[in-house]
């Protein structure tokens, strides 16, 4: 079992920046962020392997950046130029693989950019 823990959320202006941050309980491979917004899906935002091979949405490439620190099992997602239709709950998400079948979740921290 891991455990996950996030923290950054919180209210910020359209065009600004947030970094969020979450810590794992242990070294897992593949570590992400997925968001949902009121009323839809969730769906991926990022995702990177231990390695350093990262893959994001397309709605987001070149605005967020995902980084992690093994040393410290911790993910970043560093969110620049936010816009309302960013706002959303964030999860940290993590898994042993792409294809294994048991995910792992955070509780989700609310990021809300304001117009």
């Known amino acids: 079992q891991v455990q996950l823990v996030e923290s950054g959320g919180g209210l910020v202006q359209a065009g600004g920046s947030l970094r969020l941050s979450c810590a794992a309980s242990s070294t897992i491979n593949v570590m992400g962020w997925y968001r949902q917004a009121p009323g839809k899906r969730r769906e991926l935002v990022a995702t990177?392997?231990?390695?350093?091979?990262?893959n994001y949405a397309d709605s987001v490439k070149g605005r967020f950046t995902i980084s992690r620190d093994n040393a410290k099992n911790t993910v970043y997602l560093q969110m620049n130029s936010l816009t309302p239709e960013d706002t959303s709950v964030y999860y940290c998400n993590a898994k042993i693989a792409f294809s294994s079948p048991t995910d792992y979740w955070g509780k989700g921290t609310l990021v809300t950019v304001s117009s």
């Open positions: 990177i392997t231990i390695g350093g091979s990262t």
